[in-house]
Antibody
Framework: EVQLLESGGGLVQPGGSLRLSCVAS????????MSWVRQAPEKGLEWVST????????SYADSVKGRFTISRDSSKNTLYLQMNSLRPEDTAVYYC???????????????WGQGTLVTVSS | DIQMTQSPSSVSASVGDRVTITCRAS??????LAWYQQKPGKAPKLLIY???SLQSGVPSRFSGSGSGTDFTLTISSLQPEDFAIYYC?????????FGGGTKVEIK
């Protein structure tokens, strides 16, 4: 059974840093593109970042480019999101999400974690 | 960036009703469109990908159609468990973008 379990959220001051983790089980993380998607309180969904399978290339939303870094550790089957220079507008539930299978893989998500809340406030 | 516009933003319907939600892309995205259902406090759930392919395990009362810029999600006979917020997402190019959501409420 595929499962994604995020952790690492919490309260941080503006300008601070956090690292989110997403432990995958039931599949091999490096074989699938993975993304982070966030949802501000009472708002819609916003794609944050994707890491591809083959060469590990990465893509970012303009709102986080230069501040956030997506990565993975295949030995731990874990996805990460390093978040620096955090702003109040980064406050959201952050979900990790797995790309659906396909060739090429459609850029949509068949499995999601339960989410971890990041609150940026002084 | 490709903007995704959903309509209506909310709809009130009764059990058994047919419900249709529309999503329009600001430029052509072929069939690179997905639909998700989200219930309060839960992660989104994939319903439809490739504009019209039903995700495994999703009831057949859900269907998707469209290509290019105009897409539709239809629930043929609304069930109590279908009251939720529905989002479309373009999967054509980065940055991936979502529609603003459509809340399906009990009438």
């Amino acid at each position: 059974e595929v499962q994604l379990l995020e952790s690492g959220g919490g309260l941080v001051q503006p300008g601070g840093s956090l690292r989110l983790s997403c432990v995958a089980s039931g599949f091999t993380l490096r074989n699938y593109a993975m993304s982070w998607v966030r949802q501000a309180p009472e708002k819609g969904l916003e794609w944050v970042s994707t890491i591809s399978t083959s060469d590990g290339s990465t893509s970012y939303a303009d709102s986080v480019k230069g501040r956030f870094t997506i990565s993975r550790d295949s030995s731990k089957n874990t996805l990460y999101l390093q978040m620096n220079s955090l702003r109040p507008e980064d406050t959201a539930v952050y979900y990790c999400a797995k790309y659906i299978t396909g060739s090429p893989p459609p850029r949509c998500f068949d499995y999601w974690g339960q989410g971890t809340l990041v609150t940026v406030s002084s | 960036d490709i903007q995704m516009t959903q309509s209506p933003s909310s709809v009130s319907a009764s059990v058994g009703d047919r419900v249709t939600i529309t999503c329009r892309a600001s430029q052509g995205i072929s069939s690179w469109l997905a639909w998700y259902q989200q219930k309060p406090g839960k992660a989104p759930k994939l319903l439809i990908y490739g504009a019209s392919s039903l995700q495994s395990g999703v009831p057949s009362r859900f269907s998707g159609s469209g290509s290019g810029t105009d897409f539709t999600l239809t629930i043929s006979s609304l069930q109590p468990e279908d009251f939720a917020i529905y989002y479309c997402q373009q999967a054509n190019s980065f940055p991936l973008t979502f529609g603003g959501g459509t809340k399906v409420e009990i009438k």
